[in-house]
């Protein structure tokens, strides 16, 4: 299967730049999956779509300030470091600009020395491993000290860092934000858990690997990022009554999706309390067994993500809806409008 295929003509002002003020006030694109019908909606409806007795299914991994700016210590150069995965205690896998002139025991200090780190390693990447030294908690100091890594696509800075958290994130580890979530407010959560939908959370720490462009014509040939998952024995208990009573499985984001199809595609159909890492790479061909329906935000072309929601919907019924989110200015990517897919 070719890359071309999953083309499409996004103009450039349509990759949505800031989040709207209210997270609710979104445009929703809802796609009949069978019939390829498209119909235009606000996200506060998304109530009207989602019935008793259907689980809705949230990702609630939390974003670091992964982005941190320091000088080296002998020279004075300006560094940026980006925290990918935590290692071991204080060391972690990162990416740093310029990576040159960072090699094994150099020295970074950040914050006017309230954080410094020490290169341990070289990674075949690029990536090195820094050791981080500092007195306190270290996650308080991030907080600080660190910026939201927001994917290169978006030039404006984010005046408020929670814009860039879902409402329910608490698991603290992701480079990115799960960010189908972010039109979700507490007040439509509780619209509808009164209506009968039931909530069920999972965590996958979404990597840098997420905005990587596949790089090869052949998409049969692509590797995924590997990514750290877990579900519950309450979420899986709660997903196998949902779905032999007959209701349907809801998911927020391409992450959610990824991990129940990775648990489901390892247990028949079924869920069951599990974590370890995923690399799970879903296309057109690709049997869903743990979902049936999805919420997701707008992606762009040639992405990963724009292959797994036509292995969900049709890549012809995707592409037509997204001729016409073109059309009708929708806003794309990360800050951008919703799209349901039932």
């Given at each position: 299967m070719k890359l071309d295929l999953f083309d499409f003509h996004l103009p450039e002002e349509l990759i949505a730049q800031v989040p709207l003020e209210n997270r609710?006030?979104?445009?929703?694109?809802?796609?009949?999956?069978?019939?390829?019908?498209?119909?235009?909606?606000?996200f506060s409806h998304i109530t009207e779509y989602i019935n008793p007795g259907d689980c809705l299914v949230l990702n609630d991994t939390k974003v670091l300030p992964a982005r941190l700016y320091g000088e080296k210590t002998d020279t004075g150069a300006?560094?940026?470091?980006?925290l990918l995965?935590?290692?071991?205690?204080?060391?972690?896998?990162?990416l740093v600009k310029p990576a040159k002139r960072i090699k094994e025991g150099s020295r970074i200090v950040?914050?006017?020395?309230?954080?410094?780190?020490?290169?341990?390693?070289?990674?075949?990447?690029?990536?090195?491993?820094?050791?981080f030294e500092y007195n306190g908690i270290f996650y308080e100091i991030l907080?600080?000290?660190?910026?939201?890594?927001?994917?290169?696509?978006?030039?404006?800075?984010?005046?408020?860092?929670?814009?860039?958290?879902?409402?329910?994130?608490?698991?603290?580890?992701?480079?990115?934000?799960?960010?189908?979530?972010?039109?979700?407010?507490?007040?439509?959560?509780?619209?509808?858990?009164k209506k009968g939908v039931h909530i069920a959370f999972?965590?996958?720490?979404?990597?840098?690997?997420?905005?990587?462009?596949?790089?090869?014509?052949?998409?049969?040939s692509h590797e995924m990022h590997s990514e750290f998952y877990q579900m519950?024995?309450?979420?899986?208990?709660?997903?196998?009554?949902?779905?032999?009573?007959?209701?349907?499985?809801?998911?927020?984001?391409?992450?959610?999706?990824?991990?129940?199809?990775?648990?489901?595609?390892?247990?028949d159909g079924g869920f069951k309390e599990e974590s370890g890492w995923t690399s799970i790479f879903i296309y057109p061909g690709y049997e869903f067994k743990g979902i049936d329906a999805m919420i997701t935000n707008f992606h762009l072309p040639k992405s990963t993500l724009i292959m797994l929601i036509s292995a969900l919907a049709g890549r012809e019924?995707?592409?037509?809806?997204?001729?016409?989110?073109?059309?009708?200015?929708?806003?794309?990517?990360?800050?951008?409008?919703?799209?349901?897919?039932?």
């Open positions: 609710e006030a979104s445009r929703l694109m809802v796609l009949d999956k069978e019939t390829g019908e498209v119909t235009h909606e606000v300006h560094i940026e470091v980006l995965k935590q290692e071991a205690d204080d060391e972690w896998e990162t950040f914050g006017d020395g309230k954080l410094s780190a020490v290169c341990t390693g070289t990674l075949d990447h690029g990536g090195r491993i820094l050791k907080e600080e000290l660190g910026e939201m890594p927001l994917p290169p696509y978006i030039k404006e800075q984010l005046d408020d860092k929670d814009r860039y958290q879902t409402v329910y994130a608490r698991e603290r580890g992701s480079a990115a934000a799960p960010t189908a979530g972010l039109h979700f407010t507490e007040h439509l959560l509780e619209e509808l858990k999972i965590t996958l720490h979404v990597g840098l690997g997420t905005f990587r462009p596949v790089s090869v014509d052949d998409i049969d519950t024995a309450e979420t899986a208990e709660l997903l196998n009554k949902v779905r032999a009573n007959g209701g349907r499985i809801v998911t927020v984001g391409t992450t959610s999706t990824r991990t129940l199809e990775t648990i489901a595609s390892r247990n019924h995707v592409l037509n809806a997204y001729r016409l989110a073109v059309e009708e200015k929708y806003r794309f990517f990360s800050f951008g409008d919703a799209m349901f897919i039932k």
